[in-house]
């Protein structure tokens, strides 16, 4: 076994301290990575305090993970020594399901495997996830990080990066369409560098006045702010596609009514409460309510490539793990731009 140094959740809510526990020894397909950041999802936050009802104690968070490989399995193929590595929130799944074997593991119909918090397929071993030193991982759950890639500014592509990409490349999203993105935060930049490389119009839907310069500067189009009646009227009925990026419990139906005849709320946000729609406003005008996931092995693996090719970054503040509640706190007041990544090494 292999002596792992972590931060960990005991309980729900509580504060993260000092944890240590062992890693398997690789495998004949395990890579085995050093951790060099990780980033820090809003995700995080919920399992921690145990929002969604499923969460395991003792649990070391972070499914945003980039490092360098320093061993292989003898049955490895596609990474050796020294390697750039990512992982993002699955870490395995049943394998041969229809889903699994479409590239689809994020739907893996007998359930995927969580990076944290989540269990093995023995069904008793407990993962942990990247707030630590050390991860092994089966080579097919193990992404290619490009040397173009800054490790620090690639390390949330693997989720805040793979979450918004996924459903853009799901619905054909580009040149000829117009796009809102609800919520300018850690996936909400990242949808905004993705629909403008895409060739999309792209507006920003902000409750926040100050967020419009720097919407702008990400390359958004328009900006719109939500709260403003008079502002809101001049998008009603605009938009082809909406991703809604938001956590907190909010008003969907406000963005439906935005959208064209034919026009689909995309919900990749995960609030605690359930959503909400009058029938009319989807029924009368033909509109869609959807979601998506992360995207699959073979379509992260695509989306960091597209990214190392178009010097597409998440923009990051790098933090020690020391730091991580006061992390969580700015977090919870939209005081980061727009991602807190923690540097491993202060471990």
Request: glycine fraction near 10%; include cysteine; aromatic fraction near 8%.
């Amino acid at each position: 076994m292999i002596p792992t140094k972590a931060y960990a959740a005991q309980s729900a809510a509580a504060t993260l301290t000092p944890f240590n526990f062992e890693r398997r020894n690789p495998g004949a397909h395990d890579v085995e990575i050093d951790i060099l950041f990780c980033g820090v999802c809003h995700t995080d936050i919920h399992f921690i305090n145990n929002d969604f009802g499923m969460s395991i104690y003792p649990m070391v968070p972070g499914h945003e993970i980039v490092g360098r490989v320093v061993s292989v399995g003898n049955h490895v193929k596609k990474f050796k020594q020294g390697d750039i590595a990512g992982v993002g929130c699955l870490v395995d799944s049943c394998r041969d399901c229809d889903y699994c074997n479409e590239g689809l593991e994020q739907y893996c119909a007998n359930g995927g495997v969580f990076t944290y918090s989540g269990l093995e397929k023995d069904g008793k071993t407990v993962t942990q996830g990247g707030y630590s030193n050390k991860i092994v991982v089966d080579e097919r759950f193990v992404l290619k990080v490009s040397d173009k890639l800054s490790p620090a500014h690639a390390a949330p592509l693997l989720c805040a990066g793979i979450t918004t990409y996924s459903p853009l490349r799901h619905w054909k999203v580009g040149k000829g369409h117009k796009i809102g993105i609800v919520g300018l935060g850690g996936l909400g930049h990242m949808a905004i560098k993705f629909a403008v490389a895409f060739g999309a119009e792209v507006t920003v839907l902000s409750t926040s006045p100050g967020k419009k310069e720097d919407a702008l500067k990400l390359g958004a189009h328009n900006f719109v702010i939500t709260t403003d009646e008079e502002q809101v009227k001049t998008v009603a009925s605009q938009f082809n596609f909406i991703l809604d990026t938001l956590s907190a419990n909010h008003d969907y139906a406000m963005y439906v009514g935005m959208l064209k005849v034919d026009g689909t709320l995309i919900c990749v946000g995960l609030p605690s409460e359930p959503i909400h729609m009058p029938a009319f406003n989807i029924v009368f005008t033909r509109k869609c309510v959807a979601g998506s996931l992360i995207g699959g092995l073979p379509e992260t693996q695509e989306m960091l490539d597209y990214c190392a090719e178009h010097n597409i970054t998440s923009d990051v503040e790098v933090i020690p793990i020391q730091q991580i509640q006061q992390a969580y706190q700015r977090m919870l007041k939209s005081d980061v731009k727009y991602r807190f990544v923690i540097d491993m090494a202060s471990l």
